[in-house]
T-cell receptor
């Protein structure tokens, strides 16, 4: 099946810093989503971005489908940004349409 | 919209007991997904339905697991008999066709 690799696995930053999270995938996709899992375990949709660039406040994302990677940018980090960020994809050539998740990036924002 | 609703939010049971997890998708969505999250395996797809029909159940770990979707607004995931290794967080998600998947709050299951 399709492979999803996220980097870095862990990231510790001071409040106010910027960060870039990366997601590499091994094959073509027709769905790519970024999620934030907060400390209470909720999976919160950030972006649906199989290609192109989107922005939502301090967060933005870019997917270059031809090169099989996506980037999530967080600017001016706040302590509430702490948690695990997951990238998940749907392989465009397969029969299954469920999401395949990466292992996530664990982000800690220190005050 | 209330979002995807799951119940119960927490379940503690003893090995061998039957466990039923419930999910109400977002109104108007026609695809429903069940996922499981564990420390060892991360987030993985168990089964998904499209227009109430099971499309892919290859992720269901074994025959002890079964899922149904009797109508467009309700789905169940049943484990019978439950085992300690089934302890995990079970998420339900829904989407319109193959668009954005929206996740419920999850059911945290502990099998003793």
């Amino acid at each position: 099946g399709i492979q999803v690799e996220q980097s870095p696995p862990d990231l510790i930053l001071q409040e106010g810093a910027n960060s870039t999270l990366r997601c590499n995938f091994s094959d073509s996709v027709n769905n790519l989503q970024w999620f934030h899992q907060n400390p209470w375990g909720q999976l919160i949709n950030l972006f649906y971005i199989p290609s192109g660039t989107k922005q939502n406040g301090r967060l933005s994302a870019t997917t270059v489908a031809t090169e099989r990677y996506s980037l999530l940018y967080i600017s001016s980090s706040q302590t509430t940004d702490s948690g695990v960020y997951f990238c998940a994809v749907v392989y465009s050539g397969g029969g299954a349409d469920g999401l395949t998740f990466g292992k996530g990036t664990h982000l800690i924002i220190q005050p | 919209d209330a979002g995807v609703i799951q119940s119960p939010r927490h379940e503690v049971t003893e090995m061998g007991q039957e466990v039923t997890l419930r999910c109400k998708p977002i109104s108007g969505h026609n695809s429903l997904f069940w996922y499981r999250q564990t420390m060892m395996r991360g987030l993985e797809l168990l089964i998904y339905f499209n227009n109430n029909v099971p499309i892919d159940d290859s992720g269901m770990p074994e025959d002890r697991f079964s899922a149904k979707m009797p109508n467009a607004s309700f789905s169940t995931l049943k484990i019978q008999p439950s085992e300690p290794r089934d302890s995990a967080v079970y998420f339900c998600a829904s989407s319109l066709d193959w668009g954005t998947q929206y996740f419920g709050p999850g059911t945290r299951l502990l099998v003793l």
